[in-house]
């Protein structure tokens, strides 16, 4: 293949794998990760790399604390909305982009036919299991293996291997579960010794570098406890929603320390534990990578060797987690460019797996895809209409892109101006909706709460429904009442009230769900109205002329069922006569 049609084809496929890293990050995150980047993140605001404490590799906490930079220059709050979440995955955009760009040189020298080029980027660029782990759940598992793939690249060839101990001690202060390249990676370090020692220097640096910040503020020692050492014994059960062979033998959640077979633990029935017995087979099978990857040499070999380990690694050791499979993936899928005849069907069933075990506890939903999958049917169906009609229009296209001269970092730099634009708008978007009151007007929410009625919890003043900061399509009200429909919130009025303006919402909080009527009633009518108002909608504005009235009602209609319907009555200003 022409180095032309290579760079078009990282092009074409690098922005199709941004659209769908972009799209995917609309899901709904899991829930409980995303409170420990908030509550990393807020750690390093407040007191920066000295007040860390989160079990976190030192790698990637960099980026949280230039995500909590970003936070304490613009002065939003940080909580857990997509704009954590957005900033929070920028490393994994520009790692899978940089997959696709590996995968792309690799396969370009071969001598493969265009579809089957085309199929084998697009496993990597569309891999459901990586957009499911890192864009739709929110985590960052690719990060550091872009470095192993990088290692495992670099240790193969003689003008390269100085750098490959350095990408190896990367990975590691990425993730810690990178150690599972260790056989492969020290397998053929020890082969080609006379050479690979020349990374040491390189690897040294690097390690120095990193661990700069946490000893200069003190906390070095404190990092490494937390991120190696404490996390080891942190979840003690032999399977953490890992479908492996534990799920099978011992059940989701079961202690590790629990012998199999319903053995004793007394005398030596303690090593048919999980925690004895997974450990004990996994080293059989890493001593076996180990003496493979001694002989190995040819790329290929390293990279199947890579992802047999890591598939063990995932099957074998306790404690797992239901995306611990991840880890194979990218290796996979450098080895089904390598070597498709021998590899396809290898990467499509790891694929597959991890795609399933995912989904299992976190798929692909949430409101705020409706948009973007709509979109997308329609641009496909236009675009299937297009071919019908002129079924030439679309190779001339591809002809007249294929003599563009276009850098092939152009992807990169596309990506770096999305993100930087998606920014812009999220700040915008997430900045406190604040209020400079005129000397006549007061807050609705100062005035107290004659009564109400409310079928779920109470009311809440200036805070959600759960008792959380008030936020609506990502952005945070200061002001407001946070209820639940079907509720009526009754309050009496000053004798010179004038107007009411208002804006209401479902909250953040449901990610997306509900549905609800909003509406502001005088004793005798309706005053303003807002139709229905889903959990994807921004916030509905309202004014009202209450002069006169005694007293008003703000009611929240369930629409249906009240599932989800966490309403927000926000920024209520009350206007009196002067």
Not at 71 to 93: A, G, R
Request: hydrophobic share 50%.
């Amino acid at each position: 293949m022409k180095k032309n049609q290579a760079t078009t084809l990282f092009i074409v496929w690098g922005s199709i794998c941004l659209f769908a890293n972009i799209l995917c990050s609309n899901a709904s995150a899991f829930g409980g990760d995303q409170g420990y980047w908030a509550d990393w993140v807020q750690k390093l605001a407040n007191g920066g790399f000295e007040k860390f404490n989160g079990n976190y590799p030192p790698l990637y906490v960099f980026w949280l604390w230039v995500v909590s930079k970003i936070y304490v220059l613009t002065e939003i709050p940080i909580d857990k909305t997509f704009m954590l979440k957005f900033l929070c995955l920028w490393p994994i955009y520009f790692s899978h982009l940089g997959l696709v760009d590996i995968t792309t040189r690799l396969v370009s020298k071969s001598k493969l036919d265009p579809v089957k080029i085309n199929l084998i980027i697009a496993l990597v660029a569309l891999n459901p299991a990586l957009l499911l782990d890192g864009p739709i759940w929110g985590q960052v598992d690719l990060f550091p293996c872009v470095f192993g793939v990088a290692a495992l690249y670099c240790i193969n060839f003689r003008n390269k291997i100085k750098y490959a101990s350095m990408f190896f001690a990367l990975a590691l202060l990425a993730k810690f579960q990178m150690i599972l390249l260790l056989p492969v990676f020290g397998g053929i370090f020890i082969r080609r010794y006379k050479v690979s020692w020349r990374g040491l220097p390189a690897m040294a640096v690097a390690i120095a570098l990193v661990f700069l910040p946490f000893l200069i503020s003190g906390n070095l020692g404190g990092m490494l406890s937390k991120a190696y050492v404490d996390t080891t014994s942190q979840y003690p059960f032999s399977t953490y929603n890992a479908a492996n062979l534990w799920m099978l033998l011992s059940g989701n959640l079961s202690s590790d320390a629990t012998p199999l077979f319903n053995l004793s633990s007394n005398g030596i029935g303690f090593l048919l534990a999980p925690s004895w017995i997974g450990k004990i087979l996994f080293v059989i099978i890493s001593a076996y990578i180990l003496k493979c990857a001694l002989f190995a040499k040819t790329l290929r070999k390293t990279f199947e060797l890579a992802t047999l380990n890591a598939f063990a690694f995932f099957l074998l050791l306790p404690g797992m987690h239901e995306r611990y499979l991840l880890y194979a993936i990218p290796f996979a899928c450098i080895w089904f460019a390598l070597d498709v005849r021998k590899s396809w069907f290898w990467a499509t069933a790891i694929t597959t797996l991890c795609a399933m075990n995912i989904a299992i506890v976190n798929g692909f939903k949430g409101a705020d895809l409706w948009p973007w999958v709509s979109g997308l049917t329609v641009i496909v169906f236009l675009a299937a209409v297009i071919h019908t009609l002129a079924p030439r229009a679309f190779p001339f296209v591809a002809t007249v892109f294929q003599k563009l001269s276009i850098p092939r970092f152009a992807p990169y730099v596309l990506l770096g101006s999305i993100l930087l634009v998606e920014l812009g708008c999220e700040i915008k978007n997430s900045l406190p909706a604040d209020i400079e009151l005129a000397e006549n007007q007061m807050y609705l929410t100062d005035i107290r709460i004659d009564h109400f009625t409310q079928e779920y919890s109470t009311p809440k003043i200036n805070r959600s429904v759960e008792g959380k900061t008030l936020a609506v399509k990502g952005r945070q009200f200061e002001h407001g009442i946070g209820t639940h429909a079907k509720s009526q919130l009754y309050f009496n009025l000053p004798a010179n009230a004038e107007t009411l303006e208002f804006m209401a919402g479902i909250d953040d909080e449901v990610s997306g769900g509900g549905s609800v009527k909003f509406s502001v009633n005088a004793p005798d009518k309706v005053l303003w109205a807002s139709g229905v108002v889903h959990g994807s909608n921004p916030p509905v504005q309202g004014k009202v002329d209450v002069s006169g009235l005694e007293y008003i009602y703000l009611e929240v209609d369930a629409n249906g069922d009240n599932a989800y319907d966490h309403a927000d009555w926000l920024n209520l200003v009350l206007t009196v006569k002067k």
